[in-house]
């Protein structure tokens, strides 16, 4: 796991999806509605409190191809930025 | 704080000693009871593509902490993309009647069953540690707690991703329940061999739960 500074790439749109509170497996269902509401190549910016979800977001990207472009933790907030694809 | 999963009210439902034996009677008098060969009707599409990942669920039992796990598995599933069926059979029928639906079915043993075990999504058992509705209780309560997503939610969330939920033809005939006793938006009622199909895809995971 690979934790990088915060640093959203200022190339593509970003939507934010709040998951904080959240518990298995709501987090990536919210995330899985979520980037059908964006274009492709736009960015989900989606911040998480349990702490599952760094497995879980991890494996939902590699299953969906949906890339995981940044991963970050601050103060207990998980904090995963995706490229749809 | 808000309502908790099972109704206090479920607690005069159960007398566990006297519940197991009339349980193994009438199971023993259903069983005896002919039931008619049923032929599947329409069996759900499998995934179309070979690399399509699936997850099938054969969800026998209605117990909440069986209901749970399915629903979010399944919930998980849809959301990575996968086709998701889930095939609700036997007890695992009832968390899908109507939960205004108190008593389901034709005849008295039937009927029997449905009060025994009330259907619907919000009046599910413990398979351990039911101690009378207040084990089904604190669960709810800690879930609520610790911001667990609810089996009504997650079978809400499940439907809107797509997963299918398939009933069991012959059981539902056996318990008698009625296409109108069920939810909406399940799928067409299938046999063992619809589901055998599915499940015998490539690039699939089966459970039964």
Redesign the interface.
């Known amino acids: 796991m690979t934790l990088t500074e915060p640093n959203i790439a200022a190339t593509a749109k970003v939507t934010t999806l709040d998951a904080r509170?959240?518990?298995?497996?709501?987090p990536?269902?919210k995330?899985?509605?979520a980037i059908k509401t964006i274009a492709s190549g736009e960015l989900l910016e989606v911040l998480a409190t349990d702490p599952g979800a760094t497995a879980?977001f991890a494996?939902?990207s590699r299953?969906?191809g949906n890339e995981l472009v940044e991963q970050t933790i601050v103060d207990g907030v998980y904090r995963f930025v995706l490229r749809r694809k | 704080m808000t309502a908790p999963v099972v109704e206090p009210e479920t607690v005069v439902e159960q007398e566990t000693g006297v519940e197991h034996d009339l349980l193994g009677f009438l199971e023993a008098a259903v069983s005896e009871a002919p039931v008619e060969a049923t032929q599947t009707r329409v069996a759900p599409e499998p995934a179309a593509e070979t690399d399509t990942?699936q997850l099938v669920i054969i969800n026998w039992s209605g117990e909440l902490d069986k209901i749970w796990p399915t629903l979010?598995?399944s919930?998980?599933a849809?959301?990575?993309?996968?086709k998701t069926s889930v095939f609700i059979t036997f007890w695992g029928l009832l968390p899908f009647v109507k939960d205004q639906k108190r008593i389901v079915g034709e005849n008295w043993m039937q009927k029997m069953l449905a009060l025994m075990q009330r259907p619907g999504i919000s009046h599910r058992k413990l398979s351990k540690m039911n101690f009378l509705g207040m084990g089904p209780w604190m669960i709810g309560q800690l879930s609520k707690k610790?911001?667990?997503?609810q089996p009504p939610e997650l079978l809400e969330?499940a439907q809107?991703?797509g997963v299918e939920f398939i009933p069991c033809q012959m059981t539902m005939e056996m318990f008698g329940l009625k296409r109108e006793d069920m939810i909406d938006g399940l799928g067409e009622p299938a046999g063992a061999a619809a589901v055998l199909e599915l499940m015998t895809q490539p690039n699939t995971a089966s459970l039964f739960i």
Not at chain 2, 78 to 82: N, Q, S, T
């Open positions: 509170a959240l518990k298995c497996p709501m990536i269902v995330t899985a509605q879980d494996a939902w299953s969906t | 990942k979010i598995m919930n998980a849809a959301a990575m993309g996968y610790y911001n667990v997503a969330a809107a991703m």
